[in-house]
Nanobody
């Protein structure tokens, strides 16, 4: 079992930055971790992911060079640094973990956090 707790969301002005953190506990060794987001009335969307060994992947449509994912296996944390935020980035951001995911399909992820809301205002 893996437990995930997100933090760091909040209210930020357009152009600003936020750093989301995902604290994992339980049997986390070897797991791939990703951030997804879901805005009201929209489907859940992959944002960025990182393997246990540190190979990262981002959704180019969403990120456009603005977000960076990183992990610290010693601390069991995965972070998402978000810069140059836009109103369309407003959503609930979820951390998820999977034993394996080739294409970061949400269906591959067995464990999910409760989500942390991000609201970007102009």
């Amino acid at each position: 079992q893996v437990q995930l707790v997100e933090s760091g969301g909040g209210l930020v002005q357009a152009g600003g930055s936020l750093r989301l953190s995902c604290a994992a506990s339980g049997r986390t060794r070897g797991y791939t971790t990703a951030w997804f987001r879901q805005a009201p009335g929209k489907e859940r969307q992959f944002v960025a992911g990182i393997t246990y060994s540190g190979v990262s992947t981002t959704n180019p449509i969403v990120v456009k060079g603005r977000f960076t994912i990183s992990r610290d296996n010693a601390k069991n944390t995965v972070s998402l640094q978000m810069n140059s935020l836009k109103s369309e980035d407003s959503a609930v951001y979820y951390c998820a973990a999977a034993e394996y995911s080739l294409r970061y399909n949400a269906l591959d992820f067995d464990y999910w956090g409760q989500g942390t809301p991000v609201t970007v205002f102009s």
